[in-house]
């Protein structure tokens, strides 16, 4: 079997016709799941991730963008891959100069780790 996997840095999803256009590249390429990062959409739903990805065999997951920036949405086939368990954290971390630091980290915590 093969698996169409992809990862892509959208740099923002609020507009409708560049979702669009994701929409139809997904559809081309005939992905099984997709990762975008920097979504910079602060609520995600199921009419937001249709626009994205018609299929009816659609799971998904999400982690929303901290006011204009981050976010990460993953969405799915799951036909060919199923859902165990999600678990995120997200740190903002300041800088004694005035930086700041976003800290991601996304597990997958399942029946698999018991083996």
């Given at each position: 079997?093969?698996?169409r996997l992809l990862s892509w840095n959208v ?41 994205l990805w018609g299929s009816p065999f659609t ?57």
């Amino acid at each position: 079997m093969t698996l169409r996997l992809l990862s892509w840095n959208v740099r923002g999803h609020n507009n409708p016709r560049k979702r669009e256009v994701c929409k139809n590249l997904l559809k081309e390429w005939k992905c099984d799941t997709v990762c975008f990062q920097e979504t910079k959409v602060s609520t995600i739903d199921c009419a937001f991730v249709r626009s994205l990805w018609g299929s009816p065999f659609t799971d998904w997951t999400v982690l929303d963008a901290m006011q204009s920036s981050g976010g990460v949405l993953l969405i799915w086939d799951k036909r060919v891959f199923e859902k165990l368990d999600v678990i995120a954290l997200v740190l903002l971390i300041e800088l004694s100069n005035g930086g700041r630091v976003i800290v991601l980290r996304v597990l997958q915590v399942s029946s698999l780790l018991k083996n």
